[in-house]
């Protein structure tokens, strides 16, 4: 189990009065417990919060108007660490259940139609089962690389094969592409993870349905799977998007701070002894 308070702090100029959509509280999810959180807007707005009632996700939303906004979300989130078979099979097209099957489609930034003869021919020979999803994280990680501003919101996964560059968010893309196109399905996470490579951000992973369950994949290797504060989960970015807003604004600070917290137990009480980490926060 893992201890993490999280924050982030986004200021904006809101130019025209505006409709803002956020996606930024910790899930409520059975791998995570919010120990406590607080959200603060500035004054004048009236928030309306709701979960979807697919992803599980989040969100809250308000009318701005013009002039500086700020938001400000902060939590204490502990996460649990889950137990991983590496012996997980792939489960067949026709046993997937219904409320996963559409995490086999292909989606506007995870074009598995363009790329399937591509990972037939890397991945097609393959065993079927969790260790061929390791070995498409592998080779992700060997020939694509993390290059800061490589991409745009807008570039997909083949774009991302193409160019053999990108950020979290096109390694998760191009990993979950890679997976439907081998008919295993696939959706991107993103959350709040301490990583050492400032400054901190929020990070994309990726699940794929293997075993009759999810198993959560980092395709970058920048951070531990079992530390991620997830916020959002969908068939991909355009479903975990962390502002939307309808209008006309300028961001003007973006801030995202992760601490971890050393969690330890005595062995003659049981009692939790909590300890700031030498981690730091970006």
């Keep these: 189990m893992h201890l993490s308070t999280v924050e982030t702090v986004l200021e904006y100029e809101v130019k025209v009065p505006t409709h803002f959509c956020f996606n930024l509280e ?12 607080r959200l603060a807007v500035s004054s004048g707005v009236a928030l309306r919060s709701f979960t979807d009632e697919v992803s599980g996700n989040r969100f809250f939303r308000f009318d701005a108007p013009t002039g500086p906004l700020v938001v400000d979300y902060k939590a204490d989130v502990e996460v649990y660490a889950e137990h991983v078979d590496e012996h997980l099979a792939e489960t ?3 046993e997937v259940p219904d409320n996963i099957f559409p995490y086999l ?14 990972a037939q021919q890397l991945f097609g020979r393959e065993a079927p089962g969790i260790g ?6 592998q080779w992700i990680h060997d020939t694509i690389e993390y290059r800061p501003g490589s991409t745009s919101s807008t570039s997909t996964a083949h774009e991302v094969f193409t160019q053999r560059a990108g950020v979290c968010r096109d390694f998760a893309h191009l990993a979950i592409t890679m997976c439907r196109a081998l008919n295993i399905p696939a959706r991107i996470v993103v959350g709040y993870v301490w990583f050492d490579e400032p400054p901190q951000d929020f990070h994309a992973m990726f699940e794929a349905w293997i075993g009759g369950r999810w198993v959560l994949f980092d395709a970058t290797g920048m951070a531990p799977v079992d530390r991620l504060v997830r916020i959002g989960t969908g ?3 355009k479903d975990v998007a962390f502002s939307t807003f309808f209008g006309s ?3 003007t600070r973006m801030e995202v701070n992760v601490v971890e917290h050393d969690v330890r137990t005595t062995a003659d009480s049981g009692e939790a002894v909590l300890q700031l980490a030498a981690v730091g926060v970006g």
């Design 105 to 118: 489609m292909a989606t506007r930034y995870c074009e598995s139609d363009l790329l399937a003869s591509t």
């Design 235 to 237: 068939r991909d970015a």
């Design 132 to 137: 061929r999803v390791r070995k498409i994280v």
């Design 26 to 37: 910790a899930a409520h999810c059975p791998t995570q417990q919010i120990l406590s959180e």
């Design 92 to 94: 067949p097209v026709g």
């Design 249 to 251: 604004v300028e961001m």
